[in-house]
């Protein structure tokens, strides 16, 4: 018998517990054994909970607990979680993370110590909720040398910029909606400010170079500057604007990893992801090009990869699984100031002046604009090449075009 631990009853906690019980009998026919629910930690009572006779408040009961042979980490946050993991691990137990924070900032640590204690440390629901990606990149594409990986990796952010292309709603006005409908949370700064996005891409960077990348090497914008100026413009010339994760190879094993808006051409498959959905872009150098779409949050999607990491450590609890990565190197990112694009500029000039500053363009147009508001789309440069030719320049938006 495998015996699981649950961390935490909020919305992933209990996703778990309902898909461990309500497809119990198809896991143990995948996994050949019987895998049960024993532990259910949470300060909190719920007494008509079906689980409740689960229920415990302290966690070393789970810890000096032998028959307990995986522990379910769904709590957040990398304070508790990081104890309550590295004691699990110490204690010879295998975990399952669906925190993303923890694993950005402690991932190498916690993949080192499970391999010491010789048990797993797996996190596939960290990145994209219910979507497959850990797993088939160190699995699938395990023959290729990735190149580069895009990503719509926030499902508010996405569904906030959805509806300001959709509805015309303003940042403020998708906000408040993404906030009713349960979408952001309450204090929505992980989500619009690109800080979720970011410590995603960096477990995807670390997967896909073989070091550790911290969240603190990675420039993060979010989307509070986007406006339904933006948007119109955007829209006038084929884009949509996204929030995009992304990590380049570069030259000598070093890495360029960072998070931005985007101007994404409608041809795009990334342009099509709406609402509340994600999607990863992944270029190996001998596959191509190939796509992952699904649900990146929500209870039952995220549980679904919890439990399918689950299952992978019942069937053989001493596999390697080769999610293994080493250690993080201050000179390991490099900036994207290097990275030449084409920009997308919106500033107060008129058209000859920006014609001036930076050359060739293409002029954008929306109604209702100020007369000395100027958009356009430049030719291909690096950002400090572009900061150099609008010096002096009032700008109100500058984003990269995918």
């Known amino acids: 018998m495998v015996n699981v631990a649950i961390l935490g009853f909020g919305t992933v906690g209990s996703g778990v517990a309902e898909v461990l019980t309500k497809n119990g009998g198809l896991i143990d026919q995948r996994v050949d054994d019987l895998v049960r629910l024993k532990y259910i930690l949470d300060v909190r009572d719920f007494p008509?909970?079906?689980?409740?006779?689960?229920?415990v408040k302290d966690f070393s009961v789970i810890e000096q607990d032998p028959e307990v042979n995986i522990v379910v980490e769904t709590i957040g946050g990398a304070t508790i979680a990081l104890d309550f993991t590295t004691r699990a691990l110490k204690a010879g137990k295998s975990v399952v993370s669906s925190n993303k924070e923890l694993v950005a900032t402690h991932g190498y640590e916690l993949l080192q110590l499970a391999k010491a204690n010789g048990v797993s440390y797996l996190f596939e629901a960290s990145v994209g909720g219910g979507i497959p990606i850990l797993r088939p990149l160190t699995n699938c594409l395990a023959a290729n040398e990735v190149e580069q990986i895009t990503g719509i990796l926030n499902g508010t952010t996405n569904y906030i910029l959805t509806r300001m292309i959709k509805a015309g709603l303003t940042f403020e006005q998708a906000l408040k909606e993404a906030q009713d409908?349960?979408?952001?949370?309450?204090?929505?700064?992980?989500?619009?400010?690109?800080?979720?996005?970011?410590?995603?891409?960096?477990?995807?960077?670390?997967?896909?170079?073989?070091?550790?990348?911290?969240?603190?090497?990675v420039p993060t914008q979010g989307i509070r500057e986007v406006t339904l100026a933006d948007v119109a413009y955007a829209d006038s010339c084929g884009y949509k604007i996204k929030l995009l994760g992304r990590c380049l190879r570069e030259p000598e094993g070093k890495v360029c990893a960072f998070v931005a808006p985007h101007l994404v051409s409608c041809e795009n498959p990334l342009a099509g992801v709406e609402d509340v959905f994600n999607a990863i872009a992944v270029t190996g150098n001998a596959v191509g090009d190939v796509m992952f779409y699904g649900r990146g949050a929500g209870k039952l999607p995220t549980a679904s990869a919890v439990v399918a990491d689950v299952i992978d450590i019942a069937r053989d609890p001493k596999r390697d699984r080769g999610n293994q990565w080493g250690p993080g190197s201050e000179d390991l990112v490099v900036s994207c100031d290097g990275l030449t694009s084409r920009w997308y500029v919106r500033a107060n000039l008129s058209m000859d002046q920006a014609r001036l500053a930076c050359g060739e363009i293409l002029p954008l147009a929306r109604s209702g604009a100020p007369a000395q508001e100027a958009a356009f789309l430049t030719q291909p440069m690096t950002y400090p090449q572009l900061m150099d030719r609008l010096a002096g320049v009032e700008t109100c938006s500058v984003f990269r075009v995918l």
């Open 181 to 217: 409908n349960g979408y952001a949370e309450k204090d929505p700064t992980a989500d619009v400010d690109g800080h979720d996005a970011c410590r995603k891409i960096c477990i995807l960077s670390a997967l896909a170079c073989g070091q550790h990348v911290y969240p603190q090497q």
């Open 48 to 55: 008509d909970s079906p689980y409740a006779d689960c229920f």
